[in-house]
């Protein structure tokens, strides 16, 4: 196989979001869809927070589920904004825009 099918075969959203954001490429790539994603990380936070209240011991927990809910949301939201971007120059290429 030639490196050039193997930039192909790697090629997706995922892999140019990380690297856009973090100069690396993905180690592993997400399964969910979007939607699934957001509601783990927000569910996973919501749980965590709820159940520190009563005691505010946990405070690192707390911290380190927020940033990983802000993480995953900023992720999923970059990846979105990448087709967002794509559509938008699909659409100024086409032949038959109005300009």
Known sequence: MSYI???FERA???????????GTEACYLETDN??????KAYKSFKKVLYNAIPDMDEESEILSEFCNALSISENVYMEIGIQV???LRE?????????
């Open 5 to 7: 099918t193997e930039i």
């Open 12 to 22: 997706n959203l995922q892999h140019l979001r990380e690297f856009l954001m973090n």
């Open 34 to 39: 979007y939607e699934v994603r957001l509601n």
């Open 85 to 87: 971007g794509i559509i």
């Open 91 to 99: 659409e100024c290429a086409r032949p038959d825009r109005v300009h």
